[in-house]
């Protein structure tokens, strides 16, 4: 069972903003809600009927409130770990999770012409380098894909730390940015999230 700490209710998330919807659940920013033990924006997703599993989720919170505040901090700049479970009156109804931060977002057009706002996932550093440059997508060099594949892996170590095993990963889920900084964070709105950031980097860095 989670703590009051690990909860919030539905009706103190204040008004919400509408970003998106998928087969699980719609997502929505939260512009007013704080906490204490995360200080960056935040997002609230509701689970569609049938897509809730509250035992599961509730032992996804319950993880990162044991990690130590330096362990904590690391996970919320590697990943979206949700930070509570979202309560309904006694009914659970989503998490409220880190917001993916602009850095990671693709803001163009498609190669048809079509207005283009998408999570930089890693997949695309599969494109060719002329496809990369058509859709406007920077190009990203090997020791920026060096780094990328060392944030996931330290994202993925302190799961495995705290006997975490993620099943469900593809390309389609950790995103990068570039930039001066090289790290790495997932993304996907049902769990968690790993941020790859490709950067110059001439040593590594998380």
């Known amino acids: 069972m989670s703590s009051a700490a690990e909860i919030i209710q539905r009706a103190d998330l204040g008004p919400l903003e509408f970003i998106a919807e998928g087969g699980q659940g719609r997502v929505y920013r939260c512009p007013r809600v704080r906490l204490a033990d995360f200080a960056g924006p935040l997002a609230y997703k509701e689970f569609k009927a049938g897509q809730l599993k509250s035992a599961g989720l509730e032992s996804i919170i319950a993880m990162r409130s044991r990690l130590s505040d330096p362990q904590r901090r690391q996970l ?31 803001v163009g057009r498609s190669l048809t012409g079509v ?89 590594w860095r998380n």
């Not at 890693?122 to 060099?141: E, H, M, S, T, W």
């Not at 389609?172 to 964070?185: E, H, I, V």
Request: glycine share 6%.
């Open 76 to 106: 919320d700049a590697l990943t979206t770990w949700p930070v509570r479970l979202v309560r309904d009156g006694a009914a659970v109804v989503g998490l409220l999770m880190p917001l993916i931060p602009e850095e990671f977002v693709h």
């Open 115 to 203: 207005p283009l706002r998408k999570e930089r996932e890693i997949q695309f550093l599969f494109l060719a380098a002329q496809r990369c440059d058509k859709l406007g997508y920077p190009r990203v060099n090997l020791f920026q894909r060096y780094a990328i594949c060392e944030g996931i892996a330290t994202a993925f170590a302190l799961l495995h730390e705290h006997d975490v095993v993620y099943g469900d990963f593809s390309a389609r889920m950790p995103c990068s940015r570039s930039g001066r900084d090289a790290r790495t964070r997932r993304s996907s709105w049902s769990t968690a999230t790993l941020y790859g950031c490709a950067g110059r980097c001439p040593r």
